[in-house]
């Protein structure tokens, strides 16, 4: 099975054999080597000398710990939004009591730094600023850094950044961002299975900590805090998954992390090429911001995308992922993050040019020439 | 190494083994079939036809569920405690705002349900008790029946239940006992590593969500329950742990959920008889309240009992766990839920046997007979 989804993704067989591996006390010696030896990783990858932490949750568990360690109710953020991961990470901190306007942006585009600066400019009391790096649901990458300049460089505002698909997989400097929490999760560019969190939090990130007055237990990163200095989770860790992510994190580091994002962007980019070869258009309306982990195609008009998908799965065992909220049945998305291989878009794009006919795209494609 | 801590516990080869299995796609028919199985699977293990769902999270993570699904800051919650865990159930409830109003009893004794009744006639405004099953921190576990007859029978207030280290181990009726949430995670009588937590939640507990104002997004059932109608979790799950899970529960099942609750029962009584053997005290006040999960036994006095669990460890590859807050140096702790053999509870006292005299038991007992 050719697994292309974005998240998870298939993961290396000695990652996943390191998993069978018995389980030890986390609260040893054994463990407390490994939680420093992954954090130290950790913060290579994430380019930070802050702190790192690692959430037993899935992605959307980060999201929430980046909003209720730094912001009280009524506190006003800025969420810029492209997308339905976005729009999530808002609603996580209306949730919580935040006063969130929306700067949304059309799906298929990314953020535009002169609105981000509009909207700063037209409430300055906003306290923090929202941003998704990479929009698995439209398949976009924003510009994190000329964000950074408006947010940071014009306005200094706390800012919380959803990189859990972008993390190891495209550039991220948190440290040089000025990026005060970036959430990222295990099944994305960390070649690992679902279940582990990343959090990194800036020393800005913890004076805005001391004053936030929004719930939290589970999520509260004093508790990691605390703990880590004694070389412990606060709570018992997803022991089988700590193994895999010392492995993976010794892959990453010994290929070099500038080599990881080169792959990843040459795979997008051969992903690109080979849909529009046959014909098909990329959803993200610039090339530019097409995002090098996740590929969002679209539906050509007239082609039935639940079939096209049923096909690709059933009869050539390539597993894609359909859109999300409004664009189900409009786009469908390619995950090539982490362990991606050539073979592995090879084997994707000619299944799709045997079940496109099938669902009518030839057909399509022969009606607009002949009119 | 003899892992014996009161979890993660070690895991079946067999068990370990299925997490090296390939990703698949956790929206897609082969995810939605284990979903369903396991869930199923779990309902029979918690004695329910309620609803349980499956968190990525640790057990504390599921704590949280129970107290942020059912309350509103300015609740009045009763938090009826015997241990760390209990103080930990009350304080969650309080950092979500709710007034909780402990009922602590001394370490190494139970709830004693007459006390219980007098708090709930002292406050009648009083919506939800809090109770853990078993403590591991002390070793005791609760009598959930008598508890349940006033909290329920006599009371009909909201019974949320840590059952994090007794659900699959120690008897625990759901329905009958009407606890309308029980908490409990994989590394314990699931024989599994720890990653995965699970949560009941009964129709009473529905009627409390729909009112309930704290706080919630990642633990919000509302999201577990409308993708589970799709066969989805609404996050992505730890999907190497949920292959284990569902391993785990066909075995448990097969054996039965009556012989797993009398294996620990017999493994409980072999622990307590064994140490008791070497003249060492169980740290329970009275033998039908020790856990049948962990067994919590007195450091003698005089004896350094630091020095004592690391020389099980060095020595003889016996990990075990000490006293935790105010009971550290006071009580050390052998976990058997789970996957625990007579021969692993016989390589405790038999390596117990060679060191307590190497950190001066045998001399302390010998002038205890002088004296």
Known sequence: VNLRIPGPIPVPDDILETMSNPMINHRGPEFKEILFRVTDGLKQVFDTESDVYILTASGTGAMEAAIVNTLSPGDKALNATV?????????I???FGAKVTTLGFPYGTAIDPDKLREALNADPDIKAVLVTQNETSTGVTNDMEAVSRVVKGEFDKLLLVDGI???????????????DVVASASQKGWMLPPGLAFVSFSQRAWKAHAEATMPRYYFDMAMYRRYFEMGQPPYTPAVSLMFALDLALSKILAEGIGSVF???A??????????????LSIFPKEESIASNTCTAVAV????????LLTLMRTEHGVVLAGGQGSLSGKIFRIGHMGYTTSEDIEGVVRALSVVLPQVGFAAARARARRS
Chains 1, 2 share one sequence.
Request: hydrophobic share 25%.
């Open 300 to 307: 050509p008009d007239g082609v039935d995308g639940t079939r």
């Open 83 to 91: 997308g339905v991961f976005g729009e999530r990470f808002g609603k």
């Open 262 to 264: 080169e792959r990843h």
């Open 165 to 179: 698909s972008s993390v190891c997989s495209i550039p991220m400097q948190t440290d040089g961002w000025g990026c």
């Open 93 to 95: 901190a209306e949730l």
């Open 266 to 279: 040459s795979i997008g980019q051969m992903t690109r090429d080979g849909v529009r070869g046959l014909g």
